[in-house]
């Protein structure tokens, strides 16, 4: 079976003004964690922002106050039938929206899958390394959140910085949306929302199943690795 992954290396992307991707030896009086600098082991601190450097999986936690809401806690499955559907944003004076109407018609039945890998156009390989800060990128329209809970669909993945507009007061209505965050106590918890990720043109739309692996950390975000394989007829 063919698997494709999906996931933005690292360093990549970058969004939301981030410090690049850095990983430095560790030095500790005569000890040097590089093999290239006469050190025995290759042994290295790595500092990045797992909202702002590449592929990442966020839960809930990333909009409550809950301490125990980390994606480690929250996502406790990791395979899932998964639709693969390409849109073109829509211009809305001077920004860029993926619409509710402009997916409506590629959206799955409800309760058909559970998780939705969304590609904007247009996508060419610039998009792995863009260093998105300031830039106003495309986001997603609250409404489109709705819908998708609606369908019974917890998990959503794109190849945006961020599935709301980026800067907006702190009004976050996709994410709000999405996990019922406002409903305390009661917010989808299982539900993720994976962003940053990069779909090559030679994966067509269609049915997948879907593998998310974030690492296993106690933070609401953790850098992911995704694939996608082919469901066969």
Same mark, same amino acid.
């Given at each position: 079976?063919?698997?494709?992954?999906?996931? %933005?290396?690292?360093?990549?992307?970058?969004?939301?003004? =981030?410090?690049?991707?850095?990983?430095?030896?560790?030095?500790?009086? &005569?000890?040097?964690?590089?093999? =290239?600098?006469?050190?025995?082991?290759?042994?290295?601190?790595?500092?990045?922002?797992?909202?702002?450097?590449?592929?990442?999986?966020?839960?809930?936690?990333?909009?409550?106050?809950?301490?125990?809401?980390?994606?480690?806690?929250?996502?406790?499955?990791?395979?899932?039938? +998964?639709?693969?559907?390409?849109?073109?944003?829509?211009?809305?004076?001077?920004?860029?929206?993926?619409?509710?109407? &402009?997916?409506?018609?590629?959206?799955?039945?409800?309760?058909?899958?559970?998780?939705?890998?969304?590609?904007?156009?247009?996508?060419?390989?610039?998009?792995? +390394?863009?260093?998105?800060?300031?830039?106003?990128?495309?986001?997603?329209?609250? =409404?489109?959140?709705? %819908?998708?809970?609606?369908?019974?669909?917890?998990?959503?993945?794109?190849?945006?910085? &961020?599935?709301?507009?980026?800067?907006?007061?702190?009004?976050?209505?996709?994410?709000?949306?999405?996990?019922?965050?406002?409903?305390?106590?009661?917010?989808? %918890?299982?539900?993720?929302?994976?962003?940053?990720?990069?779909?090559?043109?030679?994966?067509?739309?269609?049915?997948?199943?879907?593998?998310?692996?974030? =690492?296993?950390?106690?933070?609401?975000?953790?850098?992911?690795?995704?694939?996608?394989?082919?469901?066969?007829?």
């Amino acid at each position: 079976m063919d698997f494709f992954d999906i996931t %933005r290396t690292t360093p990549g992307a970058l969004c939301y003004y =981030a410090d690049a991707f850095e990983a430095l030896p560790i030095r500790m009086g &005569s000890f040097i964690g590089a093999v =290239a600098e006469g050190g025995p082991v290759n042994h290295k601190e790595v500092r990045f922002s797992p909202h702002g450097t590449g592929t990442h999986t966020e839960c809930v936690g990333h909009i409550i106050s809950d301490p125990a809401a980390t994606i480690d806690v929250c996502l406790t499955e990791f395979q899932f039938k +998964s639709l693969l559907i390409t849109v073109t944003p829509t211009a809305q004076l001077a920004d860029a929206v993926v619409t509710l109407a &402009s997916v409506a018609g590629q959206l799955p039945p409800a309760g058909s899958c559970q998780a939705l890998v969304l590609r904007t156009l247009p996508n060419g390989p610039e998009k792995e +390394s863009t260093n998105y800060s300031g830039t106003n990128p495309p986001y997603l329209e609250a =409404a489109l959140a709705q %819908r998708l809970v609606m369908l019974g669909i917890d998990h959503i993945l794109v190849d945006l910085p &961020s599935v709301d507009k980026e800067v907006d007061g702190g009004a976050l209505a996709f994410h709000r949306q999405f996990w019922q965050a406002d409903q305390a106590g009661n917010e989808r %918890r299982h539900a993720t929302i994976t962003e940053l990720i990069y779909v090559p043109e030679y994966v067509k739309d269609g049915w997948y199943t879907l593998f998310i692996a974030p =690492a296993r950390w106690q933070l609401d975000a953790a850098p992911s690795r995704v694939w996608l394989a082919p469901i066969l007829p």
